[in-house]
């Protein structure tokens, strides 16, 4: 199961409270205050896992809860802190911080017509990062701490602090250098296989990638350039049909798209058409996206009429950078290899 955004619930460990406690023993029948402080609650902490590659934990239990922090105790003694909660995700997690207060007041909210604010507290993407998503609680003060010339039997202590708690909404942004797009069955998924290491499923029949793919290339001088596929776009995509408009969002830290395009019309598509449709679901989906650098995989050459369809799409797309390819015979991979390369590669690899 591949689990790219989700919604929890975590709560901090409140702070423990300080105690009153007096200094008792024989031969010391006014030994003045003693009582400790309380022990801080846990935090809640995410850490930055290249090996997790997405949030399918959270799926089966989406709740975080730290351990409160234990009162203090007589003889000055501090109470033991709360054991602090560490949960590990994908680099490219971005972290939402919800205004309701319960999951069950986020899901109501998000069914209604005015939807919920989300506010963004975090993009995780360094691996190791860290980020305290629920600080712990601070433990209270104990009566020792009040004692004075004049009072030297304080009753005065304080409470623990609660931990901080909210619902969050976490989104998975695959981090990538190329993001291809294109129709289902455009030969992505073969392309991606043929550049790079990855093994995604490829079959004859559209959709048959259900989730986002990320290989790597590897190139000369130890240049390498990752490369993300998110399955087939539809039109309408934009408006959240089909499955293209669930993972739109891998791409959205990409340096350049590559526009996988079927110029054999193998599916029975006028290649010229399903540019036009996919730079404008794009450019719906997020009009930044659509100012990402761009190029276009003119795919599926070896099949008969691609050629003539090649002509036709250059007179309609004169300016645009076209790199012709067979994905499945490996030709023309060399000059896609050189570009991804020169400019992402080497660029960006410095």
Known sequence: MFVDHIRIF????????????????????????DGGDGGNGGDIVLIVDPSTDNLRQFFYDPKLIAQDGKPGGGVRKTGKGGKKVTARV??????????AATVMEAVEAERSEEGIDLDPVADLTENGQEFI??????????NWN????????????????????????????RIADAGLVGFPNAGK????????AAKPKVAAYPFTTLQPMVGVAEFGGFRRCTIADIPGLIEGAHENRGLGHEFLRHITRCRVLLFVVDM???????????????????KEYDAELARFPWIVVANKMD?????????????????????????????GLDNLKQYLDNEVAYKYNK
């Open 10 to 33: 975590a709560k901090a460990g409140d702070g423990g409270n300080g105690a009153v406690s007096f200094r008792r023993e024989k031969f010391v029948p006014r030994g003045g205050p």
């Open 90 to 99: 994908p680099p490219g997690t971005v972290v939402y911080r919800s205004t």
């Open 133 to 142: 998503l629920c600080a712990g609680g601070i433990g209270g003060k104990g």
């Open 146 to 173: 009040f004692r004075t010339s004049t009072n030297q039997a304080p009753q005065e202590h304080t409470l623990g602090t609660p931990g901080d708690q909210a619902v969050f909404y976490l989104e998975l942004r």
């Open 189 to 196: 998924s073969t392309l991606l296989g043929k550049l790079s």
């Open 264 to 282: 054999g019309g193998t599916e029975g598509r006028d290649p010229v058409s399903d540019i036009e449709i996919l730079r404008k679901e794009i």
């Open 303 to 331: 099949v008969e009429g691609a050629a003539e369809n090649l002509e036709i799409f250059k007179q309609r797309f004169p300016k645009v950078e076209i790199i012709p390819i067979s994905a499945e015979l490996e030709e």
